[in-house]
Each structure stands twice: as structure tokens, then as C-alpha cells.
């Protein structure tokens, strides 16, 4: 008979100090840090104890072991410190199709974007002076110029995202006052950010005119009164309304304000610099347009079809720009030295459009040629094949990618994939598993499989891909 009693056993249990000198732990307190260790092997002596006195670890003869003790808190708390020790924020090879991802980071940078925020990160930089003079300059000053010259507005200003870019402006141009908005343009772009929460937030009022699915500019026009501040246009950049419908145009707006003065401005969502459709996406309207029509104020963020970091550009009017400049509000959503890094390479690329398709990351898999993914899925498929064995069976499917980030909602990009179906473990525990791998892999489940689409895989990651699924299927089968 060995001595059963729990509170007896816990004796056996090494302490702290006793741990920490276990060979294993002392080699992984090379890797982390070491109040990480220490917590892990705390946590797990008190896991221990709690488990043996109610029970929950049934009592057993070899509990009467050190050893046994020790070896089984060297196991744990190495999984906790090693868990605890990675980043949270970790890289993932984008397999699902959807190229502006709003979980997954949306625009991945061009190499220029992601050298000038090296650059800046590295050592100091001229974020607030101007060099010429030695004075105090503006940091928006390197983006400036470029979105003047590239989108032909007066002025512009960037801040933090395109919601805080919406607030700023209707703050600055209505607040107090009245602003007039179609019923078919009340957008909720996800997260909670809806255009009547921003509107109260602003400080102005909503005026609804029309219905949900048509909006003439005479509806507009009866709704102006001696309160009205602005007249806003609401890109529907995640949805579409279909069939009987009848949008007022910014163009329509800014006619109707030539008479009522007021200022128009266009909440363009995921604005884009470039034509999309000469590569057969839906046509929606350029940045450029919106301005050339007359709108006074445009609003857009940096991270969706412009590819670039996170921000919300303003660009329009000098006389608005100007005034938004001043608003203390400004200075709560501004900018950081990375993204105005980030910003300036990513706006020089659109100088020369046509070399902006390749070297824009974002442009380059909207525009993806079909008959190349459809090769990448070819080869992927065979290397997969050939690393997994009989441990999957992998075949190359054509599917539809997304555009996501709230862009081009009916737009299905044709592409290619690789449609894994995996033995010895569920297509769901396959997926949780790539999840948790280094970088993590996120697929798309479909028909009771796991489809990765070439798309949004970046050039060298299919290598890693392969290596990762094939030690995974190894360990699992
Ligand atoms: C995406 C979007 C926003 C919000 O932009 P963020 O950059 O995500 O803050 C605002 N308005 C419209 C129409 C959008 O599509």
C-alpha cells in the first residue's frame, strides 16, 4: 500500500527554486524571459496542488515520485511560458481570397511603403521641420502635394482611418447645423461605425430624404432649409442597392448647391486612384472624378483599393481643408510618422499608373491573371502532394476570390485554389490546427474542405505553406 492520502503527497512536489535548476527549464530561460518562466512554473505548482487535493488527479502510486512531479511540471509550464512567450500580433499567410481583409490587416504594403517605414523607425527623420528654412513644417506636407497632384483637388489632410477622417469633416463643416443624407446611403461599414452614430457624434443632424431605394436631387432640394450646412453623398462601397432604384449623383449635388451655396462632399469609402475596370472589375468611381465633378470635401481610406497604410485622406476645397486643419479634433486623430512614411511611397507609385498594377500588392492580386493562378494551383497542388502523401488528398479547383474591406461588394474575382481534404483528422481540426502554426495559415471552408486560394498567397509563401501542412499532417496522422 502506498500512502494515498492527498495532502501527504503534495510533499513530493519539488519547489520552486528545484524546478528552475531542472536542465530543461534552465535552457529555456535563454529563450524567454525569465519572470515569464518563473510565473509558468508558479502557476503550475499551484494547478498541481489544487488538482491533487480535490481530486481532479486521481491518486496513483506514482505520484509518491519527484521525478514523476518534476517532469510533469517541466512539461507544463514549458507550454505555458512558450504560449506566453510568443507575439500576439503574429504573421499569416492569407489563403482565403479575400484581398482586403479587414481581420487580417487589409492592404499589404508595396516594398517602398514597407522601406520607408523602415527608414523612419530606424533613426530620426523631418517629421515636423522643414529642412529648407530649419523652421517648424507641417507633418502632412510630404502627402500634401501628392494628393493634390494626383487626385487634382486644392488641398488635403490625412488622419487616422476614414471614419475619424468623416467625423472631423462633418464636425468642422455641421456641427450644430444640418446635414442631408439619402435613406439608401445610412451605411453601417461593420465594427459599429454607422453614419448616423458618426453624424450625432459630430455633433450634427441627420436629415433622411428619399427612400431606400430612390433618391431625386428634388428630394434634396426640399429638404434645404436656413439649418442645412452640407449636403453629403455616401458611397455605398459595401453594398449595392439593385433593380428600381435612382441614386443622386455628386455631380447632381454639386449642381444643386451652385444655387444653395451650400458645400458637398462625398464620403468615398474605398476611394481608388485608378480605373479598375481595364482589368474587368466593376467600374467604381476614381477619387479623381469625385473631385473633377466640383464636391467640395472627399473622404477615403488609405488601406483599402489605394493599398496603402491605415489612414483617412480628406482631400477638396483649401477654404474646408483649411478650417479642418484648425479644428482641435485634428490633432486627437492625426497621423503617426510610419503611416505619413507609408502614405508618401504608396501615393509615389500611382505617379506612373501603369507600374502601380505591379508594385502595389493590392493592385497586383485584383488584377491577377487567371491562367497564372490557375498554374500556381497546378504546382502548388503537386507539391503539396508530394509532402503529404497519403495524408491528404489535394486538388486544384477554380473558385471566387473577394475584393472585401466593404469594396466592391458584387464583385467575384474568378481564381484558382488548392482543395485539401486531410485523413485522419476533420477539415475544421486541420484549419484550427494551420491557425496555430507559425505563420498561421487561414484558408476557407468550403463543402466540407479546406480551399486555398492563390490570390492572396504572396510570391515565396507557397513554400512555407507546403513545409507547414506537411509537418502538420505528419504529426497528426
Ligand atoms: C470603410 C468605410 C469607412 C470607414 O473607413 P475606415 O478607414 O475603415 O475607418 C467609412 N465610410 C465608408 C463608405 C467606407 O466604405
Not at 268 to 286: C, F, K, Q, R
Not at 290 to 310: E, I
Request: glycine share 8%; charged share 20%.
Amino acid at each position: 500500500m502506498f500512502d494515498n492520502n492527498p495532502n501527504s503527497l503534495l510533499r513530493h512536489i519539488p519547489p520552486v527554486d528545484e524546478v528552475l535548476n531542472n536542465s530543461v527549464i534552465a535552457s529555456l530561460t535563454k529563450s524567454a524571459p525569465r519572470p515569464i518562466v518563473l510565473q509558468a512554473i508558479r502557476d503550475t505548482i499551484t494547478q498541481l496542488r489544487e488538482e491533487l487535493t480535490t481530486g481532479r488527479l486521481p491518486v496513483q502510486p506514482e505520484l509518491q515520485s519527484r521525478d514523476f512531479f518534476m517532469s510533469l511540471i517541466v512539461q507544463r509550464a514549458l507550454d505555458q511560458a512558450r504560449s506566453q512567450n510568443r507575439p500576439k500580433l503574429r504573421q499569416v499567410i492569407n489563403a482565403s481570397g479575400v484581398v482586403l481583409h479587414t481581420n487580417l490587416g487589409r492592404a499589404v504594403l508595396a516594398e517602398s511603403a514597407r522601406q520607408a517605414i523602415n527608414n523612419a523607425a530606424s533613426g530620426y527623420s523631418n517629421l515636423e521641420m522643414d529642412l529648407s528654412t530649419g523652421k517648424r513644417g507641417s507633418r502632412y506636407a510630404p502627402v500634401e502635394q501628392l494628393l493634390a497632384q494626383l487626385t487634382g483637388a486644392e488641398a488635403a489632410l490625412v488622419v487616422n482611418n476614414n471614419a475619424a477622417a468623416v467625423l472631423l469633416a462633418l464636425s468642422t463643416l455641421a456641427n450644430g447645423r444640418e446635414v442631408i443624407v439619402s435613406r439608401g446611403q445610412l451605411v453601417e461599414i461593420g465594427g459599429s461605425f454607422r453614419i448616423p452614430d458618426v453624424m450625432a457624434q459630430s455633433g450634427s443632424r441627420l436629415v433622411e430624404v428619399g427612400t431606400t431605394n430612390k433618391t431625386y436631387p428634388t428630394d434634396y432640394q426640399r429638404a434645404i432649409t436656413p439649418e442645412t450646412a452640407l449636403l453629403l453623398h455616401v458611397h455605398t462601397s459595401n453594398y449595392r442597392i439593385v433593380g428600381f432604384t435612382r441614386e443622386t449623383t455628386t455631380a447632381e449635388l454639386v449642381d444643386l448647391s451652385r444655387t444653395s451655396k451650400l458645400p458637398v462632399m462625398s464620403d468615398l469609402g474605398s476611394g481608388s486612384l485608378i480605373d479598375l475596370s481595364v482589368y474587368g472589375l466593376p467600374a467604381e468611381p476614381t477619387v479623381q472624378q469625385v473631385v473633377k465633378d466640383g464636391t467640395d470635401v472627399v473622404t477615403f481610406s488609405g488601406d483599402k483599393l489605394l493599398g496603402g497604410p491605415q489612414a483617412g485622406i480628406i482631400v477638396g476645397k483649401k477654404d474646408y481643408i483649411d478650417r479642418m486643419k484648425k479644428n482641435p479634433l485634428t490633432r486627437a486623430v492625426r497621423i503617426d510618422k510610419f503611416t505619413v512614411a507609408a502614405l508618401e511611397a504608396t501615393l509615389r507609385e500611382y505617379i506612373d499608373s501603369k507600374t502601380a498594377w505591379q508594385r502595389i500588392p493590392t493592385l497586383g492580386m485584383l488584377s491577377a491573371d487567371i491562367n497564372i493562378l490557375k498554374l500556381r494551383a497546378d504546382s502548388l497542388t503537386e507539391k503539396l502532394t508530394a509532402a503529404a502523401g497519403d495524408r491528404a488528398l489535394c486538388t486544384p479547383i477554380q473558385t471566387f476570390s473577394a475584393v472585401g474591406g466593404g469594396a466592391l461588394p458584387t464583385a467575384g474575382l474568378p481564381s484558382w485554389g488548392v482543395e485539401v481534404v486531410p485523413r485522419g483528422m476533420t477539415v475544421l481540426e486541420l484549419a484550427g490546427r494551420l491557425r496555430e502554426e507559425q505563420p498561421a495559415i487561414i484558408g476557407r471552408l468550403q463543402d466540407e474542405k479546406l480551399l486555398l486560394d492563390l490570390r492572396t498567397i504572396l510570391p515565396g509563401e507557397e513554400s512555407v505553406l507546403v513545409k507547414v501542412l506537411a509537418g502538420l499532417l505528419k504529426g497528426g496522422a
